[in-house]
């Protein structure tokens, strides 16, 4: 209940007390009967009128605790947001840096796993992946030859053809990178 209702159903409750006060007269022969009826119904009516503004008062309190509920979930739920942010961020960084590492032990190009990452990106986008998937390609591209680790200086920076043995070895950075 709002309180323009509450307030016009006091104010019809107070209205009915003074209608009564004025019938019970007419129709009751004796002033004992008629006074014991107005104090009965009087009563009755302050009870109601009481119970109504009570009610009013509950709500208050509890439209005011349900507001700082709210409030304080609002701020929770921002803060998951953030950390859930901070996470993705922190885990892309981590993701870059390892694809770097194992850049960095081969003699390829420096930007190598940057344009890995865009081309992946620009090819998921190209196949038909929305934009969030292509993105998180992108952000796992960088782990493509993380298993390059694992293989031997002496091989993996050999200036010239490998043999038949070091190209064995050299083809198990792949099967690697899924064990990384």
């Not at 002033?31 to 009570?54: M, P």
């Not at 969030?132 to 960088?142: C, I, T």
Request: charged fraction near 35%.
């Amino acid at each position: 209940m709002n309180g323009q209702i509450e307030f016009k159903l006091v104010k019809e409750v107070e209205r009915l007390k003074i209608d009564f006060n004025k019938s019970a007269e007419m129709k009751f022969s004796t002033q004992s009967d008629v006074e014991k009826l107005k104090i009965d119904f009087n009563r009755t009516a302050e009870k109601i009128i009481r119970d109504i503004r009570r009610k009013d008062r509950i709500m208050h309190r509890s439209d005011k605790r349900q507001v700082s509920e709210y409030d304080d979930l609002q701020l929770s739920h921002q803060k998951i947001i953030n950390l859930n942010k901070e996470i993705e961020e922190t885990q892309s960084e981590v993701v870059f840096t390892l694809g770097a590492v194992a850049e960095s032990k081969s003699k390829e190009t420096g930007n190598h796993v940057k344009r890995v990452a865009e081309y992946s990106k620009l090819l998921a986008l190209k196949y038909g992946l929305d934009t969030e998937q292509a993105e998180l390609l992108k952000q796992a591209s960088p782990m493509h030859d993380i298993g390059k680790i694992a293989i031997p200086d002496s091989i993996l920076n050999k200036p010239g053809r490998l043999d038949e043995e070091e190209r064995k070895i050299m083809n198990t950075h792949a099967q690697r990178d899924m064990i990384c």
